[in-house]
Structures are given as structure tokens and as C-alpha cells.
């Protein structure tokens, strides 16, 4: 997993971290995963003008990694902004839960093995937003992390059925730490975001507030804990009855509902007895199919993280759960 610690202007971090690339002769457009289509093209800029409106900032930093890099703006935030919004592999499992003692979030991200050396831990202290220690299996964009108030927020990516211009799953992320403290203000600004693609956002705050986010351009739904647990549990799917309609069963999900049950049962089993080491085992497989692929397939879990919000910790481990050890992170300074 590649480390990266930003800092200074969203600009200036995004130059820097460009320019380190290419003086490692490191050309982002040169990958094989950097897919540029006529139709991804049209579709980012459609939200580019979203994007200046709600988050001007992050375009400031794809121009930055761009000149840094020698290369196109445009190549880098049609590559960017289209994300997520057209089909994409990624596949993950995500859960908080909270009792007298705990608020704990964790999650695993499943994603392809041929690029597991890709993946990057960034810790963020940019100015005039929040900072963050997060993960992500792109640059730009997060998919899991928590912020200096103690939020933490993950995605899990639901194939798209339906897609429109606006902040894909990643970017989603990557706002809400950055201008948010608590689970209320992450269900305001979603209420007032354009959203382009389908996913679930679960988050927790430093109250112990828990809550899952199914939306897509069309719909937000919130779901709380219910009688059964004050726990939650996403994977690659919507479970409400309002937002149902919008899944693809026809895909591979990588057994999104499996890992459901297993992760719901878990903590239904041992409802008020919460504890880090019981999320460390669900993550881990020792409850059921969890993260135990078959790496001759091309899909693993590639890292597992878990937020020990009431104490402020951080534990990850980068790779698979069920063959290597969580280490603690102590190097975001919460508030």
C-alpha cells in the first residue's frame, strides 16, 4: 500500500504529489487502468460545472497533480469524474456499531489483486477543510476514513442502473470528512449534493449517531439501528424496500448478500458484548464468508480498517484480513 501525506493548498498538495510521480517516471495516463471513453468524456463534463459549484477544490487539486504530472487537465477529470458512474470493480463490506463502550466502523475493500501495490493510505491536513487519514484504491477520491472530529465515513459501491451528472461515491467521501463533523451534517449536505452514482455511505460520529446512506441520483434513504441492535451493515447492494428497485442482480457482486448476513448475524449474536476484537473477526472470516477469495480469480481483500471512534484509534491492515495482523495508524491528531 503506498503512503501519502498531503498538506498545504489542494493545489499545491496535488502539484507536489504529481510531480513526485513523475519524477519516479510514474505517468498516471499511462497505466492501463486509466480508460478514457467519448462517452466518460461527454459525462464529465456534464459535471464538471457541479463540481466547481459544490467542490472547487478538488478540481484545484486534479489541475495540480495534472501540471505536476506534464499532462492533460482534462484527461485527468474526465478519468476522475466519471468514476464510480460506469461499471467498476470494486466490492466491499461495511458496518459501525456502538453500545456504553464502543463506536466502532469497519470495513473491508475488496477489489482486483493485480493492483493491490496501487493502493494508497493518504493522510490529508490541507487548508481550510478538516483532516483525514483515509484509503483508496484510486488518488483523488476515498473510499473509507476518518476525520480529526472523530467522523468516519465508508462507501460501498452499487453497480449503476442509473447515472446523471453530479459527485461520484468517491468524491462523496472525500467531502463529507472534509466539511463535516457529525452524521447529521453528512445526511444535510447529501440532502444538498447532485449525486452521479449509486452507493451506500455508512457513518459515525463521535456521539455514537450510526447510519447507513443508500442513495443514487434519484433517492436517499436513511437507515438507522433498529429494535434487533444499534448496529449497521452495507455491502454492495441497496436493502430497503425504497431503493431495492435499483439493483443489478445480474452482475457478479461478489457475494454481497452472503457477506451481508454474516456481518448482520454477527453482531445480532453478540449485540451489546461489542468490542474491537469481535469487528477484527468479522472482518477477518471467522464468522462466515467474509474475505476469503480465491486470489486465482484476481480478487482479494486488499485492506481492512476499523475506527475506534470513542477512543480515537486507528487500526489497518494492508492486505487480506484472515492472513495478516491490524497495526495501529497514531498519526492523525484528532480534536
Known sequence: MYHGRFKGTHYAAGYKWGELLYKNNNIISNKHTFVITEERRKFANQCL??????????????????????????????????????????????????????????????????????????????????????????????????????????????????????????????????????????????????????????????????????????HMKVIKPNENGNFIVATNEFNSQDMKKYNNYDIDDWRAEERYSVAYNSLSENNHHFSIELVKDILSGKYGFMCQYDRKTNADTVWSVIYDIKNRKTYRVEGNPSRKQFKEDKRLKFN
Not at 464510480?84 to 470495513?107: P, Q, V, W
Not at 494508497?120 to 472530529?149: P, Q, R
Open 49 to 218: 460545472p457541479i463540481y466547481k459549484k459544490y467542490y472547487p477544490e478538488i478540481l484545484e487539486e486534479i489541475k495540480g497533480i495534472a501540471d505536476g504530472q506534464r499532462d492533460s487537465y482534462e484527461n485527468l477529470y474526465t478519468f476522475l469524474l466519471s468514476m464510480y458512474c460506469f461499471e467498476f470493480d470494486n466490492h466491499c463490506t461495511c458496518m459501525a456499531l456502538k453500545d456504553d463502550n464502543s463506536i466502532i466502523f469497519g470495513r473491508n475493500s475488496d477489489f482486483l489483486v493485480e493492483l493491490e501495490k496501487l493502493y494508497m493510505n493518504c493522510l490529508y491536513k490541507l487548508d481550510n477543510v478538516y483532516s483525514f487519514n483515509g484509503n483508496t484504491t484510486a488518488f483523488v477520491e476515498i473510499e473509507d476514513g476518518v476525520n480529526e472530529y472523530g467522523l468516519a465515513v465508508g462507501l460501498t459501491f452499487v453497480y449503476p442502473t442509473i447515472i446523471k451528472p453530479g459527485l461520484n461515491s468517491g468524491m462523496l467521501v472525500r467531502y463529507l470528512l472534509e466539511k463535516c463533523k457529525t452524521t447529521d451534517e453528512v445526511i444535510e449536505s447529501i440532502k444538498s449534493l447532485p449525486i452521479g452514482s449509486q452507493q451506500t455511505l455508512t457513518v459515525a460520529d463521535n456521539i455514537g449517531n450510526i447510519v447507513v446512506i443508500e442513495c443514487n441520483t434519484e
